[in-house]
């Protein structure tokens, strides 16, 4: 069984495009973040989720609104993509103080 | 605010060779320090972790251990693998508060073990 799960796992598509990535998790647990990989490997959080409600927004740009229609999704809806959008973006969830990552969804913006 | 920073890579060695990751960090209170690990086209796999000073994260022959005094949280194993070849990333997690447990990662470190 998927701990944490992601779909799709890669996106394609073209500047200006509206695009959503999915985000489920079977574990029970609370908490959930979005991450951003860039190309150089690093990783910065996005977004936190604490059963449904924002808790961490971090200077992202506000064309980027997670959605978490339950404790065991978080969604993330990206709009009008720019190139500097392509990235690997991680989903984790947390409990005990640790976090467990989703395989990554591969955005590219061409 | 918070910060880590891991010894730069790329790192390149013979199999059963010993390996030492650098990392460093810079938080207020008492955070908890994580070792993940990436392999190629996968998602993120926690390695080890350590709550509090003094403590040994362990995990299929790796092992680091927290060192207040130093600030560190350096990543060791005594003899490598092929299979080892990933990158390596040191985090650390807030301490507590209002922040959830928010990791601040390193940059990442690309090991390459060759046979």
């Known amino acids: 069984d998927t701990a944490v799960s992601q779909t799709p796992k890669y996106l394609v598509t073209q500047m200006g495009n509206d695009k959503s990535i999915k985000c489920e998790q079977n574990?029970?647990?609370?908490?959930m973040y979005w991450y951003k990989q860039d190309s150089k490997k690093f990783l910065k959080i996005m977004f936190s989720?604490?059963?449904?409600?924002?808790?961490i927004n971090e200077t992202v740009p506000n064309r980027f609104s997670p959605k978490s229609p339950d404790k065991a999704h978080l969604n993330l809806h990206i709009n009008s993509l720019e190139l500097g959008d392509s990235a690997v973006y991680f989903c984790?969830?947390?409990?005990?103080?640790?976090?467990?990552f989703g395989p990554g969804t591969r955005l590219l913006v061409l | 605010g918070n910060s880590v920073t891991q010894m730069e890579g790329p790192v390149t060695l013979s199999e059963e060779a010993f390996l030492t990751i650098n990392c460093t960090y810079t938080a207020t209170g008492y955070p908890s320090l994580f070792w993940y690990v990436q392999y190629p086209g996968e998602g993120l796999q926690l390695l080890l972790k350590a709550t509090k000073a003094d403590d040994k994260g362990s995990n299929k022959g790796f092992e680091a251990t927290y060192r207040k005094e130093t600030t560190s949280f350096h990543l060791e194993k005594g003899s490598v693998q092929v299979s080892d070849s990933a990158v390596y990333f040191c985090a650390l997690g807030d301490a507590g508060g209002t922040s959830y447990g928010k990791l601040t990662f390193g940059q990442g470190t690309i090991l390459t073990v060759h046979p």
């Open positions: 574990l029970g647990h609370d908490t």
């Open positions: 984790a969830s947390r409990s005990s103080g640790t976090q467990y």
């Open positions: 989720y604490n059963n449904k409600e924002l808790i």
